[in-house]
């Protein structure tokens, strides 16, 4: 089947720095990636959509400046949180869509990050 | 907008016994449903969708899930548990006609038990 990475699988950084998430398609060209936040016990929140080789489209709420994403090629988007505090800590969950028209999105296992 | 609802965030049973995982969704326009499995430790996976035609759809593992639009609703269920069905199971809806985004529910953390 369809396989998703993610890199890395957790991470800790100090409040003021910047992380980046990276998103992978292994086996397939993704025209469409997405973005997921998902808080303990909480659903999974999409924070952005992104097309290849165009700006990502962010939910509302979602601060653009903060969390960059980049979708560089068909196999590859990354998350950059930018300047990150502690409320930021959470689970980032990416997801790929081949664009085949038949509305399955495959799922990266996830980014634990946490901002001390 | 649409909302998902999973009323149970935890169904333990016992092994072999059936199980029901509930689902209602709130929607403006028509909607396409899926159920998401999460084993320990990693990514979602597709476990059965609904986009249309018949309203019952079935899983290669047994699951099952009826589109009941009178009801809003999409439980899963399965007549026969084993303890590898332990997981985390979401529910999400996305419009028809609109982008492919999805909305999730919060999740039903089955477990199974000897």
């Known amino acids: 089947g369809a396989v998703v990475s993610q890199h890395p699988s957790w991470v800790i950084c100090k409040s003021g720095t910047s992380v980046k998430i990276e998103c992978r398609s292994l086996d397939f060209q993704a025209t469409t990636m997405f973005w997921y936040r998902q808080f303990p016990k909480q659903s999974l929140m999409l924070m952005a959509t992104s097309n290849e080789g165009s700006k990502a489209t962010y939910e509302q709420g979602v601060e653009k400046d903060k969390f960059l994403i980049n979708h560089a090629s068909l196999t590859l988007s990354t998350l950059t949180v930018t300047s990150a505090h502690p409320e930021d800590s959470s689970f980032y969950i990416c997801?790929?869509?081949?664009?085949?028209?038949?509305?399955?999105?495959?799922f990266g296992p996830g980014t634990r990050l946490t901002v001390t | 907008a649409q909302s998902v609802t999973q009323l149970d965030s935890q169904v333990p049973v016992f092994e072999e016994a059936p199980v029901e995982l509930r689902c209602n969704y709130s929607?403006?326009?028509?909607?396409?449903l899926f159920w998401y499995v999460q084993y320990p430790n990693q990514g979602l996976q597709l476990l059965l969708k609904y986009l249309s035609g018949s309203t019952l759809v079935e899983s290669i593992n047994g699951f099952e899930a009826e589109f009941n639009k009178s009801q809003t609703s999409f439980h899963l269920r399965k007549p026969s548990v084993h303890i590898s069905d332990t997981a985390e199971y979401f529910c999400?809806?996305?419009?028809?006609?609109?982008?492919?985004?999805?909305?999730f529910g919060k999740g039903t953390k089955l477990t199974v038990n000897p």
């Open positions: 999400a809806v996305s419009s028809q006609g609109g982008s492919e985004k999805l909305v």
């Open positions: 929607s403006s326009v028509s909607v396409y």
């Open positions: 997801s790929a869509e081949p664009g085949t028209g038949a509305l399955e999105q495959y």
